[in-house]
């Protein structure tokens, strides 16, 4: 590609994220350097297994690496470009999808609204190490550095396999509805010449909330999948059972839930079902306590079944999901308006745990987006209750800044065994080698900070290291 005079490098940092102090420095080196390398496992992520299974070329730059990720939407349309300009459909039937090479000029003349956020740090590591970009995107480059890295896709190296060989990853953990058939899955399982791991992940968030507007729609088509009526809750339960079974045989390891908070007071049998029954004839049948106290009550259910069935409990509450009702209505979900709010755990997890926080074999992995409860409640969670792991910092706080907050918090209260490994959460795939290198270089230089000051040996901080990115998630996730 040709280089501009007035151009500002692309060129990151060997020792990006670490400490200053040239001791500490030096032994952040030496931890990292025995990680950097070492295979991918990405036991929590978005990427479509359709995409490896196809092998498709991928369309255009800005479809890969700008429209699927939410990260970067939100953070241009905050500095005013429009959804409908980074091309998503807009529902409305109103506009048209730019053409990939406009979508990626916004990009490059909001390049500097991205200092100093972990999206410029993934991108720049990405823009570099995965494709070759010697410059920082600009107005005056983007045409060029566009055809740079559509020319790239065109070819074998750049296909989803051949990425996903180049990247090392081992094993990637897909999120999939509880109606999905799997196919996908089931195609790479049985293609010899695919070596890598692609397992799903059971995620039903829509039928713990019936006041919800698809909730009977999507309660029917789970009933439908797996052969069970549902308009009873224990056929609701029995399909649900099933469909996780499904799973299974198609090598998940793990559930996922989004609800709002982590209430799990069960109910009776007569009292859920009277909810159900009432749910059935529509949202409005149903006041918000009652959906408030079903929500609750399939949350613990959901932990039952993880102790009889053995999948992995992720759970991920505390967030206002589509805050912005007229960019859902026009463009629809992962829009980029998606919320924290507070979280909390002790109390309103403790009906589940007393009743499962010490069963054999289940794991409850804990993610916030308020990282206030780190050190107060899911850091002693996991330091009492074998059942409890501390899932890594997760979207608003997958930050260097926060690795090493969350390192400190946790680490005070149960170690480094009882967390999660990095998670890093996305659907755009040719950032997830960045994703990754940044939490490893986080951890090196949390784990640097205590050889330092003497409280683990160079020898515990590289043996460490290497568990976070191999043995934990392994262990955390089933694997």
């Known amino acids: 590609m040709t280089q501009t005079t007035t151009a500002t490098a692309l060129a990151p940092h060997p020792d990006r994220l670490f400490a200053a102090d040239p001791g500490a420095r030096a032994v952040a080196r030496t931890v990292y350097d025995a990680v950097k390398d070492a295979p991918i496992i990405s036991p929590h992520g978005h990427v479509d297994a359709a995409l490896i299974a196809d092998d498709q070329p991928f369309e255009d730059p800005a479809s890969l690496l700008i429209t699927p990720d939410h990260y970067v939407l939100r953070l241009l349309h905050a500095n005013g470009v429009g959804l409908e300009a980074l091309g998503r459909v807009d529902l409305s039937g109103t506009g048209t999808v730019p053409p990939g090479r406009s979508i990626w000029r916004n990009l490059a003349e909001h390049w500097d609204d991205f200092l100093g956020t972990p999206v410029r740090y993934w991108f720049e590591t990405e823009l570099h190490d995965v494709f070759g970009l010697t410059e920082q995107p600009s107005a005056a480059n983007a045409d060029a550095q566009y055809d740079h890295i559509a020319e790239l896709l065109t070819t074998p190296a750049f296909r989803p396999r051949a990425l996903f060989d180049a990247f090392g990853i081992e094993v990637l953990a897909t999120t999939d509805a509880p109606t999905a058939d799997l196919a996908a899955h089931a195609r790479l399982a049985a293609d010899p010449s695919f070596t890598g791991r692609v397992v799903p992940t059971f995620r039903a968030d829509a039928v713990f909330d019936p006041s919800g507007s698809d909730w009977r729609h999507v309660v029917a088509s789970i009933g439908e999948a797996a052969g069970i009526d549902t308009r009873t809750h224990d056929g609701l339960l029995a399909a649900l059972r ?84 007229p960019t859902l209505e026009r463009f629809g979900p992962d829009t980029g308006h998606d919320l924290p709010a507070v979280g909390s755990f002790t109390e309103p997890l403790r009906p589940l745990l007393e009743s499962f926080g010490t069963a ?53 209260s149960a170690s480094f065994t009882k967390t999660s490994g990095f998670i890093d959460d996305t659907r755009a795939y040719c950032s997830i080698p960045a994703r990754h290198d940044m939490a490893r270089r986080a951890d090196a230089a949390y784990l640097a900070s205590l050889v330092v000051t003497h409280e683990l040996s160079e020898e515990d901080a590289v043996r460490t290291a290497r568990r976070i990115v191999s043995d934990i998630p392994r262990a955390t996730f089933k694997l």
């Open 360 to 412: 054999p074999g289940f794991h409850l992995v804990l993610f916030t987006v308020d990282e206030t409860v780190f050190s107060r409640e899911i850091g002693p969670l996991a330091g009492f209750y074998p059942a409890v792991y501390a899932g890594a910092p997760w979207w608003f706080i997958d930050t260097p800044a926060a690795i090493g907050r969350y390192r400190a918090a946790i680490t005070d």
């Open 242 to 325: 099933a469909r996780r079974q499904y799973f299974v045989q198609h090598g998940a390891t793990a559930t996922d839930t989004g609800v709002l908070d982590a209430g799990s007071t069960p109910l009776s049998a007569s009292e859920r079902s009277r909810i159900h029954a009432a749910a059935m004839q529509g949202p409005s049948a149903v006041t918000a306590s009652e959906a408030v106290a079903y929500r609750h009550d399939m949350l613990y259910r959901w932990a039952e079944m993880s102790v009889e069935d053995g999948l992995v409990m992720q759970l991920h509450p505390g967030v206002l999901r589509n805050h912005h009702a």
